[in-house]
C-alpha cells in the first residue's frame, strides 16, 4: 500500500525542507516520526486528506513512521463506530500504519500522574468557578487582562486533595476543573490560565466507567506527542495560536522529554461548495438533509469512495494545492479535474441510455440480433473488447433527438443522418407522437454498409449518438449526484448554509444499460460514454443494478458561472 503511492517525487514545500534541515543537523537522531491524531467523534472529510497524506508522506519519504492516533478524551461525542470507519479510510487512502496505533486514552494514567506533577510545581491550581463566570468576569478580552481565580491562591496540598477527589468522582460535571497557572495578561488569552482537566461523568466506550476525568485537548495532545517519541508533529493553521499552550507543557515537564517534538503549522483544505464543519456535517445526517456519513454527495472519504471517487484523485489534489502557511479556498472543479484525470486513464467504456426515446430500425429483421465490435478503453489497448447487440428495437438519448434543430446541432432530426457508436448510420424516417404532441417513437433506417461507423462512398455525417439495445438492455436506478450546495462558500457572511443546499444535489432516474454492466461488483467504476463516470452502489442486486455518478464528463458549473458573469 504505502510504498506504492505517489511521494518519492514530492515537491519540497517549507515543511519538507524544514525536515530536511532537521535531519542534516541530526536534531532528533536522524529520526523521522509524525503522527495524525483524529478525534473519533466523526467521520473523516477531504479535508483530513491533506493532512493524512502529509504526515503519512513526510514519514515515508524520509524512511520514517507515523502514528495513527486516536485523541479519544472526549467520552460524550466518541464512539467505535467512528474509529473503525477512521481506520478505514486511512487505508484507504493508501497508508499503512501498521503496529502503530495509538489512543490517547491509554495514557492517561500517565498524563494525570503529569497534572499531579504541575500541581506539585505550583503549575496547575483547581478553580471551582462556572464557565460563566470565568468568560464574563475573569478571562478578560483582547484589550483587558484577565484577573486571578480564587483557586490561584489554593496551597499545593489542597489543590492535589481537590484534584484527587475529582478523580474519585467526588464532584458533579462542571463543578472545578484544573486549570494550568501561566499569565492572566498574556496577549493570548490562550495562555490565560486554560483548563487542562475537566470532570465528565461519560462512559468511555474504550475504558468504561474508569475515569469521570479527561484532559483537555491542548495538554494531551503535546504529552501524547512526546510519549510515542513524536519528532515532528503537524498541525493546521488555527493551532498557530495554541503552539505557545502545547511549548508551555512539554517546558514545565522538560525534564522528563528531551529532544521535544516540534508543532508546525500549515494551511488547511478548503473547497468551495462545500463545508468541512464536523457539527455542520453531523447536523446534516442528524436532520436527514443527507443518508448518512457515506451519503455521496458528502464530503467524507466514505461518501466519496461510495460515490466512486478514487483515491488516486484525492493524492493528486492534495499534491496539487501543496503545502503552504496561506490559508485559502480551492475549487471544487480542481478535485473534479483530478477525478477526471485519473477515471479517463482508467475506467473502461459501456453504454447506458439515461432518459430513453425508443427508435424502430424497420429495415432491421424482427427478433434479430446482430453483434458488434466495442472498444473498452481508447485509452488502454490491452482492455480489449467486446460485443454489443444491435437489434431492432433501440433506445438513445431523448437529448440526441430534436423536431426542430437549431443551426449547429448535428443530432437526430426527421430526414437526418447520425453514426450510431460502433454500430451504422441510421436516417430518422417518421417520428410518433402521442396524444399530447410528446415524441414516444422515432422510425428509422439504417445502412448496413456502414458497418463500424463508415461508409463506403466516403459520405459523411457530424454527428454520433449512443444507443442500446431495448430488448437485450437492462433496466438500472440511476443516482445523478451533484454538488451538495449552490454556494461558493456555504454558511458564508451569516448566510445559514441548510438554505444553500443545492435541490438538485440529487436526481434518481430509470436508466438502461449494456447487460455487462448489471454484472459488476460494488465499487466499481465504469464510463457510460457521453454522459460521464459512473459507479456501483453497494445498494446494487442482480435484479435491480444501482449506480452512482461519480462525475460528468465535463465541468457543467464553470460554464454555467461563466455565462451567469460569477
Known sequence: MADSIETKNEP???????????????????????????????????????????????????????????????????????EESIINDVRWLGFDFGEHLYYASDYFEKMYECAVELIRRGKAYICDLTAEQWDNEYRGDLSTPGKDSPGRSRSV????????????????????????????????????????????????????????????????????????????SFCTLEFEIHRPLYDWVLDSLGYTFPNRPRQTEFSRLNLTATVMSKRKLLQLVKEHYVNGWDDPRMPTLSGMRRRGIPASAIRRLCRTVGVTKFDGITDVALLEHCIREELNATAPRFLAVLDPLKV??????????????????????????????????????????????????????????????????????????????????????????????NAPDARKVKGTIHWVSATESVPAEVRLYDRLFTAEEPGANGANFLEQLNPDSVKVIEGRLEPALALLPAGSTVQFERLGYFTVDPDTTLERPVFNRTVTLKDSWSKQNAKQGR
Open 157 to 232: 496540598e489542597e489543590n492535589l486533595d481537590l484534584f484527587r477527589r475529582m478523580r474519585e468522582g467526588e464532584f458533579e460535571d462542571g463543578a472545578m476543573v484544573l486549570r494550568a497557572r501561566i499569565d492572566m495578561s498574556s496577549p493570548n488569552i490562550n495562555m490565560r490560565d486554560p483548563v487542562i482537566y475537566r470532570i465528565r461523568h461519560a462512559h468511555h466506550f474504550r475504558h468504561g466507567d474508569k475515569w469521570c476525568i479527561y484532559p483537555m485537548y491542548d495538554f494531551a495532545h503535546p504529552l501524547e506527542d512526546a510519549f510515542e517519541g513524536v519528532t515532528h
Open 12 to 82: 519540497l514545500d517549507f515543511i519538507r525542507e524544514m525536515v530536511e534541515e532537521d535531519k542534516k543537523t541530526n536534531l532528533f537522531g536522524g529520526r523521522v516520526v509524525t503522527r495524525f491524531p483524529p478525534e473519533p467523534n466523526g467521520y473523516l472529510h477531504i479535508g483530513h486528506a491533506k493532512a493524512i497524506c502529509l504526515d503519512f508522506g513526510v514519514a515515508q519519504e524520509n524512511g520514517g513512521v507515523c502514528h495513527l492516533r486516536f485523541d479519544d478524551t472526549n467520552p460524550t461525542k466518541e464512539d467505535t463506530e467512528y
Open 360 to 453: 424502430t430500425i424497420t429495415n432491421f429483421p424482427e427478433g434479430g440480433v446482430e453483434p458488434l465490435e466495442a472498444v473498452n478503453n481508447p485509452e488502454d489497448p490491452a482492455a480489449g473488447s467486446r460485443k454489443l447487440a444491435f437489434t431492432r428495437e433501440l433506445y438513445i438519448e431523448r437529448a440526441d433527438f430534436m423536431m426542430e434543430p437549431p443551426k449547429g446541432y448535428f443530432r437526430l432530426a426527421p430526414g437526418r443522418e447520425v453514426r450510431l457508436r460502433y454500430g451504422y448510420f441510421i436516417k430518422c424516417e417518421e417520428v410518433i407522437t402521442d396524444a399530447a404532441g410528446e415524441v414516444v417513437e422515432l422510425r428509422c433506417t439504417f445502412d448496413p454498409a456502414t458497418r463500424g461507423g
